[in-house]
T-cell receptor
Framework: GAVVSQHPSRVICKSGTSVKIECRSLDFQATTMFWYRQFPKKSLMLMATSNEGSKATYEQGVEKDKFLINHASLTLSTLTVTSAHPEDSSFYIC???????????????FGPGTRLTVT | TQLLEQSPQFLSIQEGENLTVYCNSSSVFSSLQWYRQEPGEGPVLLVTVVTGGEVKKLKRLTFQFGDARKDSSLHITAAQPGDTGLYLCAGVGGGDYKLSFGAGTTVTVRA
């Protein structure tokens, strides 16, 4: 159980275009999903917290107009990188917390990541 | 954001040797999680510790949570090449559910 998928796994786009990444919890409902960015051989950096039915909460320094997040349902969150530039190239990972059941554990289950390359 | 210091940053050992990774903070965490990540993939949850002083075992992996819930360690006995990966500790504290990640430890086990 607790499987999270991401689509696409890899995407190459041209500078100036927009790219949408999907994150789905396959066998559980997730009130909260998180989006992270990871640089090579580095740890995960939280970009934003996505809550179903409300606006996402962005971390300091993350442009909300550039990284659009939509949490349309309890199993789907999307991240759209708008007007992508080469510096946006990175590994983007989402995670999801099961709704209600884990109490104080606050466990997060991670997707397999999306490798974005902007040329 | 609560800082978690993870050490060492890199660890390269021979198959069969033991290793320990440390995760320390000045902050108290309500829970702490250990993940392993392989290149090009997302982190996989290994364990969650919640109670101060707690010890959990997962085959050859032993996880400890400090009595004060500020630090944790991961010990691998008789490491195998399949244990190679990036090990990440992450803690939850304060009033939100956000994870604060350590910088990670890259473990390489040579055959």
């Amino acid at each position: 159980g607790a499987v999270v998928s991401q689509h696409p796994s890899r995407v190459i786009c041209k500078s100036g275009t927009s790219v949408k990444i999907e994150c789905r919890s396959l066998d559980f409902q997730a009130t909260t999903m998180f989006w992270y960015r990871q640089f090579p051989k580095k740890s995960l950096m939280l970009m934003a917290t996505s809550n179903e039915g409300s606006k996402a909460t962005y971390e300091q320094g993350v442009e909300k107009d550039k990284f659009l997040i939509n949490h349309a349902s309890l199993t789907l969150s999307t991240l759209t990188v708008t007007s992508a530039h080469p510096e946006d190239s990175s590994f983007y990972i989402c995670s999801a917390s099961p709704r209600g059941g884990t109490g104080s554990l606050h466990e997060q289950y991670f997707g397999p990541g999306t490798r974005l390359t902007v040329t | 954001t609560q800082l978690l210091e993870q050490s060492p940053q890199f660890l390269s050992i021979q198959e069969g040797e033991n290793l320990t990774v440390y995760c320390n903070s000045s902050s108290v965490f309500s829970s702490l999680q250990w993940y392993r990540q392989e290149p090009g993939e997302g982190p996989v949850l290994l364990v969650t510790v919640v109670t101060g002083g707690e010890v959990k075992k997962l085959k050859r992996l032993t996880f400890q949570f400090g009595d004060a819930r500020k630090d944790s360690s991961l010990h691998i006995t008789a490491a195998q090449p399949g244990d190679t990966g990036l090990y990440l500790c992450a803690g939850v504290g304060g009033g939100d559910y956000k994870l604060s990640f350590g910088a990670g430890t890259t473990v390489t086990v040579r055959a």
